[in-house]
């Protein structure tokens, strides 16, 4: 069995990753407390601490708890809410409802939060925690497949989940999470996600993949840069001007925001045109995606912007029955 923690230094910093097992409620506050404080939005909480407790894999349940606490200024490793820079939490699930539990392929693991302290964002953990969750979920729990889902409009969570780990999209889900505010959502934008799948036990890059391709892709969704009164001042933000829904070709494009968190945060002003444009993005993409994949286009890559290509991108290719590609 793979051990339930493990040291990792990135820079000048050591960081335990480690499973919860506690069976004492009150060591869960620390992760209502840290949800709270990178979600912003009171109203959604996680369960109380005594159901958390009792729901986790190594008390009574099927949840999964994991945290990363960054060591002390002394040395050495505290579990304690002040240490604690990041976690992630799931549980386990089934595909088929009528199947049920009987069959142990049918089961999935849902990865439901993920998230790192703003100040130890540019550590990469997001990363380790969520490759320490497969090998927990893997080689503790025995599951083969997490589910999880994501706002296609953020970069961040594209290049994690589809360029690096490889996740196969499932399905578009509109508005799936109803109003939904705080510093990572805004009420006004419709919550759409995309429903992922991670085969934890594949090797390599998806089926599809073809880096030499992408270039030749064509954008499906026209963009520009517009200068906006924001909420903290002037702006330039990319702005949607058109969709090409017609386009052709093995591989397409669809653009999205460098910073889609930032540009909402910048258009939550009280100007209904400025306001329009985060909607803008999300009822374009929509459009966008829902449109190829009901022609039997599917993402097989992410394009995050570097030096000399300004743009975030995702790469769509056609496949044929088989899901291969055409």
Known sequence: MEPLEKTVTVRDRRFLLRVETSAD???????????????????????????????????????????????????????????????????????????????PRNLRFYAQFAGVRKAWQSYGLGLL?????????????????????????????????????????LDYLVATWGAYGGLLNRADVPTDRFLMSWDLERTGPPPGRDPAAAGSGRPVIRTGRRRLAGRSGEAELEVVEGLDLDAGGDVLLAPIPLDFYRLLQETDVDDPAVRRVAVDWRLATRQAFQSLFARGYRVVDFLKAGPGDPVNRYVLARSDPAGRRA
């Not at 939490?89 to 199947?99: M, P, T």
């Not at 497969?134 to 969570?157: K, Q, S």
């Not at 994690?160 to 490889?166: L, S």
């Open 25 to 103: 409620c009150d060591d869960y506050q620390k992760y209502e407390d840290l949800r709270e404080e990178i979600w912003s939005f009171p109203e959604d909480h996680l369960a109380s601490t005594r159901n958390m407790m009792s729901e986790n894999f190594f008390c009574d349940g099927g949840s999964l708890f994991i945290g990363a606490f960054v060591e002390a200024e002394g040395g050495g490793f505290e579990t304690d809410g002040r240490h604690l820079v990041g976690f992630c939490y799931g549980f386990v699930g089934v595909r088929d409802k009528e199947a049920g539990y009987r069959d």
């Open 129 to 169: 925690l969520k490759e320490f969750q497969r090998e927990m979920v893997l080689g503790r729990l025995g599951v083969g497949t997490i589910i999880c889902t994501y706002d296609p409009l953020t970069g961040v969570n594209a290049q994690r989940n589809i360029h690096h780990f490889g996740m196969d999209v």
